[in-house]
C-alpha cells in the first residue's frame, strides 16, 4: 500500500524531515529556503517535545542503521532488535511508543511479533516496513508502508500514530 501525503499536507509541514534529502537524493523545494526561521522553529519543538521511544524491528543492517539514524534525528530514543527472538526480549524490558516492524525476519514472520502485541500492548502503535508482495492488508496494523518509502512521509505516520495513541489515551 502506498502512502498518500495531500498537497495541504506538505505545506503545512515544518519538521525537520521536510528539509533533508528524500529517497531518490534530491534536496527537496521545501520552507527549508527561510533556514534560520525553520531552525528556531525546530528547536522550538524539541525543547517542548517529549522523548518518544521506539523499537525498529529490522534484520537488515543497512535499514535498521537509517531508520535509527533518522528517528534519533528527530528527538526519538531507539531500540533495534533483528530477530523474533531478540523483539520478543526487549518488549518483555522496555516501554515503547511505536514499533517499526519489518515482516521478514530470520527467525520467523513479524507479524508473530505483532500478535503478540495485540494481546500485550494493545494500544501500541505498529507500523509495518516491508518490500513484501504479500497480502498485508488484513494485518492489524497502525500503518503500513512499502519500502522504500520517503522520510518525511514515514515521519508523518510515525506523528500521526502518536497522536492517535495520545488521543485514546486521554478520552
Not at 531500540?79 to 520467523?108: K, M, W
Amino acid at each position: 500500500m502506498a502512502l498518500v501525503v495531500t498537497e495541504a499536507e506538505l505545506k503545512n509541514a515544518v519538521t525537520p524531515a521536510s528539509c533533508y534529502l528524500d529517497s531518490q537524493t534530491r534536496w527537496l523545494d521545501s520552507p527549508c529556503s527561510d533556514a534560520p526561521e525553520l531552525l528556531e522553529a525546530t528547536d522550538e519543538r524539541r525543547k517542548l517535545r517529549t522523548v518518544h521511544s521506539t523499537l525498529v524491528v529490522e534484520d537488515d543492517p543497512d535499514i535498521a542503521l537509517a531508520l535509527q539514524d533518522l528517528l534519533e534525528f528527530e528527538g526519538f530514543q531507539v531500540h533495534c532488535a533483528s530477530t523474533c527472538r531478540q523483539a520478543f526480549s526487549v518488549i518483555e524490558q522496555n516501554i515503547y511508543d511505536v514499533v517499526l516492524l519489518d515482516l521478514g525476519l530470520p527467525d520467523g514472520d513479524g507479524s508473530s511479533i505483532l500478535d503478540k502485541l495485540r494481546v500485550s500492548h494493545p494500544l501500541l502503535p505498529v507500523i509495518i516496513l516491508t518490500a513484501s508482495n504479500r497480502d498485508i492488508g488484513s494485518l492489524p496494523a497502525f500503518a503500513h508502508v512499502t519500502k522504500p518509502w520517503v522520510r518525511r512521509d514515514l515521519c508523518s505516520v510515525i506523528h500521526r500514530a502518536l497522536d492517535a495513541i495520545s488521543t485514546s489515551l486521554a478520552e
